[in-house]
Structures are given as structure tokens and as C-alpha cells.
């Protein structure tokens, strides 16, 4: 390309427009309906990240029955309520206005959080309790594919790939602001304060939810009073909603009587199925990791590794910035293989290496003397001792060396280089080659294999972490990434825009 266009030189976050209709109230209108799927990216964002790094102690705390297996199955949850009302809510965008989808599923994500903040009170069972207002919070975030299709339909080609990665970085901006507001509420501490009339337990674990459901009902008002339906060809011009009387409908999916690449379509969603899976895995481990190797309390591993998230999330901010200009000039498929590249090179840095291993968990030395017991444990705020380091019934410990701290802030460094790039050029890529037909269902789909991802990788990783090390965790996702390379690399020339691969436009 012998020039950049100035819509794809553009401030991250600032909308692209060409001289001609930036005054049209259509264009004006449509790009802040655009702005509220923003917010809602970030709120989904933020519903799953503001308690990511405190999930594993608040489980420990209500239910003392939850093993490293069981956070497994509650970080999938959210993913499997994701993944169940992804095709749902895309379905029901494609035959009605969007806002009822919306409203609906922000409305369960409130709710849910709110569940959530309870978890402690039943007497019994508590932690399918927290399971379940997780599940359900993942099925308000089903709205992800509906947000992605409105801004697929709503934008031209020229403007698809920076409203894409501004998707994407308003979800690493919740990716940032929620880690930073656990850490911060971790600070109220494990006992709080308990607000009596409301049988409400204000702490470090349940604040952080009330403020998500909070975010939520912004949403919902933002929705009702913001957003208009808008649809776009891929040159920019305005065409009438798709949303509204089926009569408009079938005119307007009658227009493009090509095909789409199925293959493409296909090999996408597995490519983000990989993606996603990478990350998930990254996300779940980095808590019991933390603990078992460095020996961090609690409340240290909520603390510490909430500040290393929004160092990533920072990071991902200035990563999209360069994946918008770099996917300018040497196109979308050259910056989805590098991103997978740095991933890999992130968990290759991240296998156990050394003569130094990690200490092992005191309280389950059965026979052993506790000569250094002092230096061993941990005294909490109401005087009982938290055992630290890697448990004993964890075998791998005694001779798998443990990870430094050098090798984890380097592997979060680089996966949070890679998984952003490959995150918005997987979704630029998919819209592109599903071109000018309403994408609500094919971005369900999308979504439904990410979530799907999600709920696999934790329960993956929690039980091959458990029972065979870190050693077998992160080699067994590298060669899943040198899988993922193969199969971009032999689908290459197929991962094309539906304009380009008909003819008109040249690539």
C-alpha cells in the first residue's frame, strides 16, 4: 500500500469519518449507539476480571470443600454461560432490535453479580452457589456477539479494523480496571463491614461485584436512552435497519448473492478457539501458580497479581495502537501469525528450569518436625495461621524446580503483547470474511467457540496443573500453539475479506 488512509491513522478510540458526512446526523447517531456497545464491551470485561484474582480465596473462605479442581469448573462457568447464550442473543439480534437483547442480558449480569456478593450466606453448598452466579454472569455477557455483529453492520470496511481493536481496547481498558479495582478493594480487607438490614457482607470478595452490578445498570440505562439501529454497506453508506419489519429484511439479505467461504468461517472460529483457550488458561493459573511458587498469601496473590493485570491491561492498550497501524501496512493474517509467535515464545519462557524448588505447604507435612514454623506460615487478622507455599499432596512439587519470579512477569509480559493482537485481528478478520450479510448468528458462533474455549482451558489447566506440574501445562499449550501456526499458515490464502475474494476490491 503506497499510503496510509486517514482512517486508519486515527487515534485509538477516535471515531474514523470521512470529510463528507461528518456533520450527518445518521453518522453522529451512529457512531454513538457504537460507543454504547463500547461500554458494554468493557462491562463484560470488567464482570469477569474484577474478580478473577479473588475468586480462588473467596471460594476457600465460603467453603472450605473447594479443591485447585473445583476453581477449574468456576472460572468455566462464566464461559459456559457465555458459550450457551452467545448463538441466543446473536439469533434474537438478527430478527429484532437489538436493545432487547441488551437489556436483557445486562440485566441478568446485575442480577448475578448481585447473587454473587451473597454466595456466603446459605448455610450449605456454598460453592455451587458462587458457581451457578457465575454461569449466569457469563450468560449476561452473551451479548458480546450481538455488540460485535451491531459493530460489524454498522461500520464500512474502511473503518471495520479500527472499531474492531476499539472494541477490543475498551475490553482490555475493563481488563485493566478490573483487576486494579480488586486490588484496590482488597485493601477493606477479608472481614469488612456488614450492612445488617441487607444480611450484606461488605469485603474485599463481595464489593468488587456490587460495583460490577452497578456498572451494569449504567449499561442498561445507556442502551434505552442512547442507542438507534444503524447498518452500513462496506462502503459507508447508510442502509435501512435490518431490525424492524421482515419485509426490510429479506430485501436486504437478498442483495449479496455470493457465498460465503465456509471453510474460512470455520477455520476462524477454531483459530479463536485456540486463542481464547491460551489465554483462559493464562487467566486460571495465575493465582495458584503465584501462591505455590513464590508462597503469597491470600490476600498477596489478590494483591500482586491484580497489579500485574493492569500492567498487561495497560500494555494491551499500547498493543492495539501498533496492531492498528501495523494491520495497515502489512494487512491483517501477517499480525494474527506474529501474535501467536510471542505467545508461544510467553509460556516456552514460563516451563520450570533450575535447581531450586518450591517451598512445600507446612501445614501438610505429616511427620516432619516444624522447626522453622515461624518463618513458614502466615498469621491472619483474627490469629489463625495460613499455610503457604506448594501443598504436599501436589507431588510434582518435590522435584519439578519452581518458576521465578523473572520467568512470570517476563511469560505475562509477552502472552499480553500476543493474546491482544490475535484477539482483534481473529474478530477483523471473521467480519471481514463474512462481508454485508447480518452477522448476528455467525458472531454467536464466534463467540460461543471462545466461551466454549474458556470453559475448557480452566478445567484443563486446573487438572493437569493439579495432578502433573506446570511442566506438562505449558508444553502441552505450546505445541497447541505451534498447531494453531499450522493450521493459519495452510488456510492462509483463504482468510480473505468476502469483497476481495469476490472481486471487488483488490487487496
Not at 486517514?6 to 487515534?11: I, S
Not at 479442581?69 to 459456559?80: C, E, I, K, Q, T
Not at 448455610?123 to 457465575?134: F, G, P
Not at 505451534?482 to 499458515?489: C, D, F, S
Request: charged share 15%.
Amino acid at each position: 500500500m503506497s499510503h496510509l488512509d486517514p482512517d486508519e491513522t486515527t487515534p485509538l478510540l477516535r471515531d474514523d469519518a470521512s470529510s463528507d458526512d461528518s456533520q450527518d446526523d445518521d453518522y453522529r447517531s451512529r457512531w454513538r449507539s457504537i460507543r454504547v456497545l463500547y461500554f458494554t464491551m468493557f462491562l463484560s470485561s470488567v464482570g469477569f476480571t474484577i474478580v478473577i484474582t479473588s475468586l480462588w480465596p473467596y471460594l476457600e473462605k465460603v467453603d472450605s470443600s473447594a479443591d485447585a479442581s473445583f476453581l477449574g469448573w468456576m472460572v468455566a462457568a462464566y464461559s459456559l454461560g457465555q458459550m450457551v447464550a452467545s448463538p441466543l442473543f446473536g439469533l434474537w439480534s438478527n430478527h429484532r432490535p437489538r436493545k432487547e437483547p441488551l437489556v436483557c442480558s445486562v440485566a441478568i449480569n446485575l442480577a448475578a453479580n448481585i447473587y454473587y456478593a451473597y454466595a456466603y450466606l446459605p448455610k450449605t453448598n456454598n460453592k455451587y452457589h458462587m458457581l451457578i452466579s457465575r454461569a449466569f454472569v457469563g450468560f449476561g455477557a452473551g451479548n458480546v456477539a450481538v455488540s460485535r455483529s451491531y459493530v460489524a453492520e454498522a461500520t464500512s470496511l474502511k473503518e471495520r479494523t479500527g472499531a474492531m481493536a476499539n472494541m477490543s481496547a475498551c475490553q482490555a481498558l475493563g481488563f485493566i480496571l478490573g483487576p486494579a479495582l480488586q486490588a484496590c478493594l482488597s485493601f477493606v480487607g477479608e472481614n469488612g463491614v456488614t450492612v445488617k438490614f441487607l444480611e450484606l457482607q461488605l469485603n474485599m470478595y463481595t464489593t468488587p461485584a456490587l460495583l460490577a452490578a452497578a456498572f451494569a445498570l449504567i449499561n442498561i440505562l445507556l442502551v434505552l436512552l442512547v442507542l438507534k439501529e444503524h447498518r452500513v454497506d462496506e462502503d459507508g453508506k447508510h442502509i435501512r435497519s435490518i431490525n424492524y419489519t421482515s419485509e426490510e429484511r429479506v430485501d436486504i439479505l437478498d442483495e449479496p448473492v455470493e457465498s460465503i467461504d465456509h471453510v474460512a468461517v470455520v477455520t476462524s472460529n477454531v483459530l479463536f478457539f485456540i486463542v481464547m483457550f491460551i489465554f483462559a488458561v493464562f487467566e486460571t493459573i495465575s493465582t495458584p501458580l503465584s501462591m505455590d511458587m513464590f508462597a503469597w498469601t491470600r490476600r498477596e496473590a489478590v494483591l500482586y497479581n491484580g497489579i500485574i493485570m493492569v500492567g498487561i491491561g495497560f500494555q494491551s492498550i499500547l498493543v492495539f495502537l501498533v496492531v492498528k497501524a501495523a494491520a495497515s501496512r502489512f494487512g491483517d493474517r501477517p499480525v494474527l501469525l506474529a501474535g501467536f509467535f510471542i505467545i508461544f515464545l510467553g509460556f516456552i519462557i514460563l516451563l520450570p528450569w533450575g535447581n531450586h524448588f518450591p517451598k512445600i505447604q507446612w501445614a501438610d507435612l505429616k511427620n516432619n518436625s516444624l522447626v522453622s514454623l515461624k518463618t513458614e506460615v502466615t498469621l491472619l487478622a483474627n490469629g489463625t495461621v495460613e499455610p503457604t507455599g506448594c501443598p504436599y499432596e501436589q507431588t510434582w512439587c518435590q522435584y519439578i524446580p519452581a518458576i521465578h519470579l523473572a520467568q512470570y512477569i517476563t511469560s505475562d509480559f509477552l502472552i499480553g503483547v500476543g493474546y491482544p493482537a490475535c484477539n482483534v485481528m481473529s474478530y477483523t478478520l471473521y467480519s471481514k470474511i463474512l462481508g454485508p450479510k447480518p452477522q448476528g448468528v455467525y458472531m454467536g458462533w464466534m463467540t460461543a467457540s471462545g466461551s466454549g474455549a474458556r470453559t475448557l482451558g480452566p478445567v484443563f489447566v486446573s487438572h493437569i496443573y493439579t495432578l502433573l506440574g506446570p511442566r506438562w501445562a505449558f508444553s502441552l499449550i505450546c505445541a497447541m500453539v505451534v498447531g494453531a501456526v499450522i493450521l493459519l499458515l495452510s488456510a492462509y490464502h483463504r482468510l480473505i475479506a468476502f469483497s476481495v475474494r469476490h472481486g471487488r476490491i483488490v487487496e
